[in-house]
């Protein structure tokens, strides 16, 4: 892995235990069940967005060994 794919993969990763942590927070604080419906949607658009980002690079690989040199010229 490059330096720039390993800081992208890294602040991904961070962003990911960030939305954790605030989906956590709103899901168990005393804010209401308003709360607790955004903290559960934010819960789940961050699973997303972290499988996302782990399997960007298999997806990448796999289109460059399918299509070969055409692809990536």
Same mark, same amino acid.
């Given at each position: 892995?490059?330096?720039?794919?390993?800081?992208?993969?890294?602040? &991904?990763?961070s962003?990911?235990v960030?939305?954790?942590?605030?989906?956590?927070?709103?899901?168990?604080?005393?804010?209401?069940?308003?709360?607790?419906?955004?903290?559960?949607?934010?819960?789940?658009?961050t699973?997303? &967005?972290?499988?996302?980002?782990?399997?960007?690079?298999?997806?990448?690989?796999?289109?460059?060994?399918?299509?070969?040199?055409?692809?990536?010229?």
């Amino acid at each position: 892995m490059s330096t720039l794919e390993t800081l992208a993969f890294v602040a &991904g990763v961070s962003l990911g235990v960030v939305g954790f942590s605030v989906a956590g927070l709103m899901i168990a604080g005393p804010f209401g069940e308003d709360w607790v419906r955004r903290g559960k949607q934010l819960a789940k658009n961050t699973i997303l &967005g972290v499988v996302i980002l782990a399997s960007a690079n298999m997806v990448v690989a796999f289109l460059i060994s399918q299509l070969g040199p055409s692809f990536c010229s």
